[in-house]
C-alpha cells in the first residue's frame, strides 16, 4: 500500500454514532440558481461544517469596510474583472483599475519567449503602479498577477521544472512537495508575480481524461495530502507571523469541483456522483487545503448533474463560502463563465450571483466589465453581493501585504540567478528520483553495471519538451526545443556521464539503428506533450494501433539486446505488448527539466554498489486492457481489470524491516508474458492496533454523548462515565484492552484524520473474549465519513461460540462494503459498540487477505 505521513486536520470533526453508521444514501446535488436572491440552501451532511483557518483581524476587516466605502460601484466591477497581459496594457490598467490580471500558458511579457526575469518584474511594477495611479479611474489599489506555475515556474524561460502532479503522487511525500511549493514560490516572486493558480486538487478517476497528470492520484487521501502541502510550501504555514510574507505566494486551490470524475473522462464534461460520493472522493482536496489556510479557490468548467459549476451557487456561496467558511476568493477559469445558459464571455450575472469574485475574462474584458457596471445599476447583481466580492479581494489583497509592497521591494526581485537556482535544481532531481516507479525488472537486469556500450533511443531520450509535457512555457507543451531550457538535461544527458565517468561508451540513435551493437539499449517513450481537452482519448490503447514503438523494442529484442524502457507518460496506459517486449519497465510520468536523475536510478555506481533504490508508487491503478474503465482501487467493477495495483512498485531492495539488502530475487517479481500480466496482491497483514494504534490512527472512546475522549494511558474512561477501558495481560504484558461498557450507546473506535484505504484486503481479524453472551446487540461498524458507512451485529455470533477464552473473530470486508462503507476511504475502520451492559476483552486488530473461511461472510448475499 502507498505509505505516507498522516496529518491531523482539525477541520474534520469525530463523527456520531447514528452518522457514521448511516449508509450512504444518493442524494444529487442542487442545480445553480440564477437569482442574487436565493435563500441558503440546506448543505448535506456529508459536509463537515469548517471556521477560516486564520482567524479574522479585527483591525484587518476594519480597513477593508473604510476602503470599501470610498470605492464606486464602477471601481467595484474593475476589482472583479480579470483580462490577459496578450489583450490588455499598462494603460488600460491605470485607466480601469482592474483587481488583478493573468498571464494564461504561453503569454509573456512583451510576447517574449525568452524574457527575462528583470523583464517580467519590469512589467509587474508598472502594472501595479497604474493601478495606484488614481488620476483616471479614482481608486488607489494595487492589482495582483495570477500564474499558472503548475510545476514550478514553467511559463518562464530557464525556470526549474518539477515533475507533474502524477509524479509527485507517486513519490507520496509530503515534505518533498511542500519544498517544491516554496522553490516555486521563490521563482515566481522573482519575476514579480503574486499569485499561482495551483494546486489542482482533482482526484482524476477516468485515465481518459486529459488532465490526469494535473491530478496526484485516484486516491483521495493522497491528493488530501500532498494538496495541502504544496499551499503550505507557497503561502507558509497559516498560523505563522510570516504567513504570506517575503517570497511567499498565493496559492489557489483548483478545479472547484469534480472536475476528475466526469463521465468518460471528458473535460469539462458532467459530473453525476450523488453528494456523499462528491465529498468522499472530490471535497477531500478541498477540506485539507481550507485547512491549510488557501487563500483562493478556482472554480472548475464542468457540471454536476448538467448544472456548470461557474454558475452553482449552492457549491459556490451554501458549501464553500458559508458551510466550509471559506473567507477568501473564488476565481473563474478562462471564460467559464461564457458556459452558462443566457450568458456570453461577455456578459454574466449568473456567475458572480452564484459566487464567482473574480471573472477570468481574458480579451473580452471591456464589454464584460461595461455589462457588469449596468447590470450592477439595474440591481441585476445585488449591492451586497458585489460588496462581499470586492471585500473577499481587498481581504486576500491586505494579507498577502500587496498594499505595503510593490513586486520590486520583494527580496530577490528581478534576481535571474534565482530562475532555476542550483538548490531548487538538486530538489527537482530529488522529486525525479522519488517519482520513478519500477513496473519490471526481470533477472534483476537493473541497475545496470555503468562501463557498458550503451544505446540511448526512442523519441524521448533527448527531449525535454517531451520529458517535460504540457503546461510548460506553453500551454500546451508544444513548440519548444531543448534551447528553450537552459537549465534542463535530458534523461539522455544523465546517462551519457554516467556511463562515460565509469568508461563506458554510448551512443545517441532517434530510431533504434547503431553503430556498434550494444550491451543494453534504454528505450525512451511516451506520450508526447498535451493539455486539457486536446489530452483526452477515447481509449488507454497507449499506440492505438500504431506499433512503431512496440517493433523498436521487438526489432533491438530480436537483435539479442537487453531492453530497458523509460515510459514517459501524463497517465497510465495499456502497454502490454511494450511491456512484453522490455526486459524492464520504467514508468517515469513527466519528470520535467531534471530529466538526468533518471540515470541515477538505472545505473549502479562504478563500484558496483546501488547508486539510488526506487521508491516510487503507483498513484494510479495500471490497466490490465486497453478499455479497463472504470479503473480505480476499491470498485468492484475495477477488481479484474488491474495489471498493476494502486500503491504498486518494485525496489532492488526489500522495504520489510529487518530484511537482510540485496536485490530481490527474480521470482519475487511478477512475471510478464504474452497471455498474463501478473497483479501485485495484497500485503499478507496490515496490523490496525497492536498494543497500541498504528502510526496515523487514534484509539478513541465516545459516549452516548458523542463526546471524544482520546486514550493515550492505559486507562481510560468516557466523559459520560459510559464506557470504562483499561490494559491488561494476555499473551505479553498489556496487550490486550478490557472494555466495560456501564450503559448502552457508547463506543470505541481507531480514527484517522485522513482516510485509509484498505480495499485491497479481504478480512477484517481480531481477537476477543467475553464472560457472558450479550443481551444487546454488540456492532461493529466502519465509518468512510458524515454519512457513509457500514456495520454488523456481532451478538448472534457471540452466542453461538463459547464465552470465557479468546477467540479469533474474522469478517470479511465485503461486508462492510455491501452494507454502505467505501473501503478505499475510511476515517474509521474499527468501531465497537453496544447498545447495553456487557463487558468484553480486545487484542490485535488487522486486516488481512481472504485465506480462510471468515466467521461472518456475506458471499451471495
Not at 477501558?725 to 472494555?739: F, G, P, Y
Request: hydrophobic content about 40%; glycine content about 10%; proline content about 5%.
Amino acid at each position: 500500500m502507498l505509505k505516507f505521513r498522516l496529518n491531523t486536520l482539525s477541520a474534520l470533526p469525530l463523527l456520531g454514532a447514528t452518522v457514521l453508521l448511516s449508509a450512504c444514501a444518493p442524494q444529487p446535488v442542487a442545480p445553480a440558481a440564477q437569482s442574487p436572491q436565493t435563500p441558503q440552501q440546506a448543505v448535506h451532511p456529508a459536509w463537515p461544517k469548517l471556521s477560516p483557518a486564520r482567524k479574522a483581524d479585527p483591525q484587518l476587516e476594519a480597513r477593508i469596510g473604510s476602503i470599501l466605502k470610498t470605492l464606486t460601484p464602477a471601481q467595484k466591477v474593475a476589482q472583479i474583472i480579470q483580462p490577459d497581459i496578450r489583450w490588455m496594457s499598462v494603460d488600460d490598467m491605470r485607466q480601469y483599475g482592474f483587481g488583478s490580471y493573468l498571464n494564461g500558458g504561453g503569454a509573456f511579457p512583451g510576447d517574449n519567449k525568452a524574457a527575462t526575469a528583470a523583464q517580467w518584474l519590469a512589467l509587474a511594477e508598472q502594472m501595479y503602479q497604474a493601478g495606484l495611479d488614481a488620476s483616471l479611474d479614482g481608486a488607489a489599489i494595487p492589482p495582483l498577477w495570477g500564474t499558472d506555475a503548475v510545476h514550478g515556474h514553467n511559463n518562464v524561460r530557464g525556470a526549474t521544472v518539477f515533475p507533474h502532479n502524477i509524479g509527485l503522487g507517486a513519490s507520496g511525500n509530503a515534505e518533498l512537495v511542500e519544498a517544491i511549493g516554496r522553490a516555486t514560490a521563490a521563482e515566481v516572486a522573482a519575476t514579480g508575480i503574486q499569485w499561482i493558480f495551483a494546486p489542482t486538487v482533482a482526484v482524476a478517476r477516468d485515465d481518459r481524461w486529459g488532465r490526469s497528470y494535473e491530478s496526484y492520484s485516484e486516491d483521495p487521501a493522497l491528493v488530501r495530502l500532498l494538496g495541502a502541502a504544496l499551499v503550505r510550501g507557497i503561502q507558509g504555514d497559516v498560523q505563522s507571523t510570516n504567513w504570506l510574507q517575503g517570497p511567499a505566494r498565493l496559492a489557489t486551490a483548483k478545479h472547484y469541483l469534480g472536475d476528475g470524475g466526469t463521465a468518460g473522462g471528458r473535460d469539462q464534461g458532467n459530473t453525476t456522483l450523488d453528494e456523499a460520493e462528491l465529498v468522499r472522493l472530490h471535497a477531500q482536496g478541498y477540506l485539507s487545503t481550507l485547512d491549510a489556510g488557501v487563500q483562493t479557490v478556482m472554480a472548475s468548467f464542468n457540471s454536476i448533474h448538467g448544472s456548470k459549476m461557474h454558475g452553482n451557487r449552492y457549491l459556490l456561496t451554501d458549501v464553500l463560502k458559508q458551510q466550509l467558511g471559506f473567507d477568501g476568493i473564488v476565481v473563474g477559469d478562462w471564460n467559464g463563465h461564457g458556459q452558462l445558459p443566457g450568458c456570453s464571455n461577455q456578459r454574466c450575472a449568473a456567475a458572480i450571483n452564484a459566487g464567482i469574485d473574480i471573472i477570468m475574462v481574458p480579451e473580452d474584458w471591456k464589454a464584460m466589465y461595461q455589462n457588469t457596471l449596468a447590470q450592477a445599476e439595474a440591481g441585476e447583481i445585488s449591492k451586497a453581493r458585489l460588496d462581499d466580492a470586492v471585500r473577499r479581494i481587498l481581504r486576500v489583497k491586505l494579507r498577502s501585504g500587496v498594499f505595503e509592497h510593490s513586486p520590486a521591494q520583494i527580496a530577490g526581485a528581478g534576481d535571474q540567478q534565482l530562475i532555476g537556482h542550483p538548490a531548487h535544481q538538486a530538489l527537482a532531481r530529488d522529486a525525479v528520483r522519488q517519482s520513478l516507479v519500477l513496473l519490471k525488472n526481470n533477472a534483476g537486469l537493473l541497475p545496470l553495471p555503468p562501463k557498458l556500450r550503451v544505446l540511448v533511443t526512442g523519441d524521448g531520450a533527448d527531449s525535454i519538451p517531451k520529458q517535460s509535457g504540457g503546461w510548460t512555457v506553453s500551454w500546451q507543451g508544444t513548440g519548444t526545443s531543448n534551447a528553450d531550457f537552459p537549465q534542463g538535461r535530458t534523461i539522455y544527458s544523465g546517462i551519457a556521464a554516467q556511463v562515460k565517468a565509469a568508461g563506458g561508451q554510448t551512443e545517441l540513435s532517434a530510431d533504434g539503428h547503431y553503430q556498434q551493437k550494444p550491451d543494453v539499449a534504454i528505450v525512451v517513450i511516451g506520450e508526447n506533450p498535451y493539455a486539457e481537452f486536446d489530452g483526452d482519448v477515447a481509449s488507454l490503447d497507449y499506440q492505438a494501433g500504431q506499433n512503431q514503438d512496440e517493433a523498436l523494442l521487438k526489432r533491438l529484442k530480436a537483435d539479442g539486446i537487453k531492453v530497458v524502457t523509460v515510459f514517459l507518460s501524463g497517465r497510465p496506459l495499456w502497454v502490454n505488448p511494450e511491456l512484453n517486449a522490455s526486459d524492464a519497465f520504467v514508468a517515469a510520468w513527466l519528470p520535467g527539466t531534471a530529466g538526468d536523475a533518471v540515470a541515477e536510478l538505472l545505473f549502479r555506481k562504478p563500484d558496483g554498489t546501488v547508486q539510488a533504490d526506487f521508491r516510487g508508487k503507483l498513484p494510479f491503478s495500471w490497466p490490465k486492457t486497453p478499455d479497463s474503465l472504470p479503473l480505480n482501487a476499491g470498485d468492484a467493477a475495477s477488481a479484474d481489470k488491474v495489471l498493476f495495483s494502486l500503491g504498486y512498485g518494485l525496489r532492488y531492495q526489500p522495504e520489510a524491516a529487518g530484511a537482510a539488502p540485496g536485490l530481490l530475487a527474480q521470482q519475487d517479481l511478477p512475471q510478464l508474458d504474452e497471455t498474463s500480466m501478473a497483479s501485485v496482491k495484497a500485503s499478507s497483514q496490515l496490523a490496525l492496533f497492536e498494543r497500541r494504534p498504528a502510526a496515523g490512527l487514534h484509539l478513541q472512546l465516545l459516549g452516548a454523548d458523542a463526546v471524544a475522549t482520546e486514550v493515550t494511558a492505559n486507562k481510560a474512561a468516557t466523559t459520560d462515565g459510559s464506557l470504562l477501558l483499561s490494559a491488561v495481560n494476555w499473551q505479553k504484558q498489556e496487550d490486550a484492552l478490557a472494555l466495560h461498557w456501564q450503559q448502552g450507546g457508547a463506543m470505541l473506535q481507531l480514527h484517522s484524520s485522513d482516510p485509509l484505504d484498505l480495499s485491497r484486503y479481504g478480512q477484517l481479524v481480531f481477537d476477543l473474549k467475553w464472560q457472558q453472551a450479550p443481551a444487546q446487540a454488540v456492532t461493529l461498524a466502519m465509518s468512510c465519513g458524515s454519512g457513509c458507512g457500514g456495520q454488523l451485529d456481532l451478538s448472534p455470533l457471540l452466542a453461538a461460540k463459547a464465552a470465557g477464552q479468546w477467540q479469533k473473530i474474522t469478517v470479511d470486508l465485503s461486508c462492510f462494503a455491501k452494507a454502505g462503507a467505501a473501503l478505499n476511504h475510511l476515517y474509521q475502520p474499527f468501531v465497537l459498540q453496544s447498545e447495553g451492559r456487557v463487558a468484553l476483552s480486545l487484542a490485535n486488530i488487522r486486516v488481512t487477505p481472504a485465506t480462510a473461511a471468515a466467521d461472518i461472510s456475506c458471499a451471495g448475499d
